[in-house]
């Protein structure tokens, strides 16, 4: 079965300071990727994910992932933070078996 | 249009007791996905449901349990709660076509606490 490893539990980054967000996955199979956010005392939230082709994806908010399979790495970046984006990201995964599997989350907090 | 709602918000129930939670799916979404979220963890998979069958099935005992209604809602049972059940329970849908390329819509969850 396919799994997630999140690198960092917890990221302390300043305002306007570039971060990266690692996530690492294992699976034998073809795979798809997600990155989710959650804001406190609510669901998840699709940020961006990766199903085929190009293998830099963006969301709409200035974040964005590359899908690397020789690394078997799916690392979140964005170039500049600002402090809404304090929250918890998830890194997940889903193989051909449809279900999808989840890091343990790293914590942004962004400091003004 | 609704997204995934869930109810209720919060329950706090006693060990040894049975709990029932609900899921309403995005509309037109089909497929529905149970997950449990400890404190200061990532979700865990705790099964699938789609066409009022469990297909997919994580690493839980048989104490929880769940069903899917004609309308694509579900329900997810909790039997014999003990402390450690204490944990966001996360319903997610997807809708019909995709497969497994399709992401996820969650709803806000449900906080369920054991005493």
């Known amino acids: 079965a396919q799994s997630v490893t999140q690198l960092d539990s917890q990221v302390p980054v300043f305002e306007e300071a570039p971060v990266e967000l690692r996530c690492n996955y294992s699976?034998?199979?073809?795979?798809?990727l997600f990155w989710y956010v959650q804001y406190p005392n609510q669901g998840l939230q699709l940020l961006l994910k990766?199903?085929?082709?190009?293998?830099l994806v963006k969301s709409i908010n200035g974040f964005e992932a590359e899908f690397n399979k020789s690394q078997t790495s799916f690392h979140l970046r964005k170039p500049s933070v600002h402090i809404s984006d304090t929250a918890e990201y998830f890194c997940?995964?889903?193989?051909?078996?449809?279900?999808?599997?989840f890091g343990a989350g790293t914590r942004l907090t962004v400091k003004p | 249009d609704a997204g995934v709602t869930q109810s209720p918000t919060h329950l706090i129930k006693t060990r040894g007791q049975q709990v029932t939670l609900r899921c309403s799916p995005k509309s037109g979404h089909d497929t529905v996905s149970w997950y449990q979220q400890a404190l200061g963890q990532g979700p865990q998979f705790i099964f699938q449901y789609y066409e009022e069958e469990e297909r997919q099935r994580g690493n839980f005992p048989d104490r929880f349990s769940g069903h899917q209604f004609p309308n694509y809602s579900s329900e997810l049972n909790v039997n014999a709660l003990l402390l450690g059940d204490s944990a966001l329970y996360l319903c997610a849908s997807s809708p019909p076509g995709q497969g497994v390329r399709s992401p996820l819509h969650f709803g806000n969850g449900t906080r369920l606490t054991v005493t």
């Open positions: 990766y199903l085929s082709g190009s293998t």
């Open positions: 699976s034998s199979v073809s795979v798809y």
């Open positions: 997940a995964v889903k193989g051909n078996n449809n279900d999808m599997r």
